[in-house]
């Protein structure tokens, strides 16, 4: 199919260049600062503060850098390495040559990052010295690469980035608004990730109403994040806030202590990261510092948030009049539905309540028999949104599966309340026949008992609901709290209690629900 013809003025309106969003953003905000808390790989000598107009710099060396190794416009270029900042200059970078940033996760085991390297047809990689050692370790890497560049030393057959320093810069390219310009991947919680096609023209239709939202935020509040850098949320977040000159503050470790240091230094006033962080940071409320005392907005997205969590974070707050911002997407769409909390209506938070549909979004729920979805009888999510992907790369049929006439089946179900609000009860394959709604049940359990860290509820070898249980500290599993609070749902199995860095999780901390209910079928439980 031929790509719609636009006039080079569309092209700029309707166009998000990833990799000039640096560069603009320095030419009205140089000074401003970039806090990280982690060295750059790519950089090493860097440093932990950087400017707007440093980070320019820096994007437009790394361009030049995969330009001398070999790279042109159009090539696949994919990044696995560590999780790590620079994975965002990287993935600009090659952005701004032309060519197209493929994101692997840090967390793919090498048989997963393999084979979907050969789907790639030999790109480009930049990958560290710790995977090559690791789970690149097994592949014939010049069967599945054209190149291999290495934020680390020089390797037999892998070229070190620092040896192409120095390299001249080049004038950015700039590829048709509808030609892919960026591939992140699918959770792959329900197998195989499926390589997610981009183009800048899809990115803008996801840009544009969370510009307009942004722009209902009138001072500049430090921005701090701790989001996947080889999510595109990442590259949207930072899209939005480069151009309003917020200071930013990369989180990379995302461990509790280390985040209060931090914060309790940068004082964010906008926090954003997945709903497994923000679990997390919960203790950060009964900090003395108070590092979360400035934050005036909290944003999540990618799954909802358990209404405790929620309610513990906005009271942390010091700001007069704090919000807690929750999002629904994909991969596949980017933002779809939204809401916000206050302290008044966080205590009324219901976790299955996904707000209504941001501008140019449109949504509806397919029930079987053409009947109207409710809570009893849950219909499939289904969307028409601007930022919708285009394709999976390689895989064609497995994408236009998922389309009907336009409308993008989610695979998840729910329904929408008489006021307009979407809730959701489960994805698709997560359904356990005998319980409504398995995130429901999870909220109302976290509710009820504080002492839990995380609670997930997956089919046992009879598909009976099993309750997998983390509670704060490992501590021991109180069974008499445990039957009074579950005394609702006589149907569920025995809980099963598991630290909580025990359970399998995506790059973006969404527990791995298969494949923790096939280890609990493997074992016996």
């Not at 048989?111 to 370790?137: E, I």
């Not at 509790?256 to 964010?268: C, E, G, K, S």
Request: aromatic share 4%; charged share 25%; glycine share 8%.
């Amino acid at each position: 199919m031929n790509a719609p013809r636009r006039t080079p003025r569309e092209d700029h309106r309707n166009a998000l260049r990833l990799g000039l969003v640096p560069e603009q953003a320095a030419a009205r905000h140089g000074d401003v600062t970039i806090t990280l808390d982690h060295d750059l790989d790519a950089l090493p000598g860097t440093g932990r503060r950087l400017t707007y107009a440093g980070l320019a710099g820096h994007v437009d060396d790394l361009a030049a850098r995969l330009r001398a190794a070999g790279v042109h416009p159009t090539e696949h270029v994919a990044v696995h390495k560590a999780a790590n900042f620079d994975t965002y200059l990287l993935a600009c970078a090659a952005a701004r040559i032309g060519a197209v940033p493929v994101l692997l996760s840090p967390e793919l085991d090498g048989a997963t990052a393999g084979a979907l390297l050969r789907r790639l047809d030999r790109p480009h990689l930049v990958t560290d010295d710790d995977k090559l050692r690791t789970c690149l370790a097994p592949l014939a890497l010049p069967d599945v690469a054209a190149t291999v560049l290495t934020t680390g030393p020089a390797r037999p057959g892998c070229t070190p980035l620092a040896a192409l320093a120095g390299a001249p810069r080049r004038a950015p390219v700039l590829p048709h608004p509808d030609r892919p310009a960026l591939m992140t991947h699918t959770s792959g919680t329900t197998g195989l990730p499926k390589l997610v096609v981009h183009t800048a023209a899809s990115l803008h239709g996801r840009y544009a109403p969370q510009r307009r939202l942004a722009a209902l935020i009138r001072t500049p509040e430090t921005y701090a994040a701790h989001l996947s850098p080889v999510h595109s949320r990442m590259y949207l977040a930072l899209a939005v806030a480069l151009p309003k000159g917020m200071p930013l503050v990369i989180v990379g470790d995302p461990e509790p202590a280390r985040v209060a240091d931090l914060f309790a230094r940068t004082r964010p006033g906008f926090v954003e990261t997945h709903p497994n962080s923000f679990m997390a940071w919960e203790e950060l409320a009964d900090d003395p510092r108070r590092p979360l005392a400035s934050v005036r907005y909290f944003s999540s997205t990618f799954d909802a948030l358990h209404p405790p969590t929620m309610r513990r974070l906005l009271l942390a707050s010091g700001r007069r009049a704090p919000l807690f911002f929750q999002f629904y997407g994909q991969s596949e769409c980017g933002p779809l539905t939204g809401r916000w909390y206050t302290r008044r209506t966080a205590h009324r938070a219901d976790g299955r309540c996904l707000g209504r549909p941001l501008p140019g979004v449109r949504v509806r729920l397919a029930a079987p028999g053409g009947r109207r979805a409710t809570r009893e009888r849950p219909g499939a999510i289904e969307v028409r949104a601007a930022g919708r992907a285009t394709g999976y790369h390689a895989e064609p049929e497995r994408f236009a599966r998922q389309l009907d006439d336009g409308w993008w089946r989610t695979g998840d179900v729910g329904y929408r309340t008489r006021s307009g609000c979407l809730h959701l009860l489960d994805r698709e394959v997560d359904v356990i026949p005998q319980i409504g709604s398995t995130l429901d049940v999870e909220d109302r359990l976290m509710d009820r008992l504080p002492e839990l860290a995380e609670v997930v509820l997956v089919p046992g070898p009879r598909r009976e609901p099993v309750p997998v249980v983390c509670t704060r500290g490992d501590t021991p599993l109180d069974h008499s709290r445990w039957t009074a609070a579950t005394a609702d749902w006589p149907q569920l199995a025995r809980p099963v209690q598991l630290p909580l860095s025990a359970l399998p999780r995506t790059a973006t901390m969404k527990v791995r629900r298969l494949e923790l209910a096939r280890s609990l079928g493997s074992a016996g439980t």
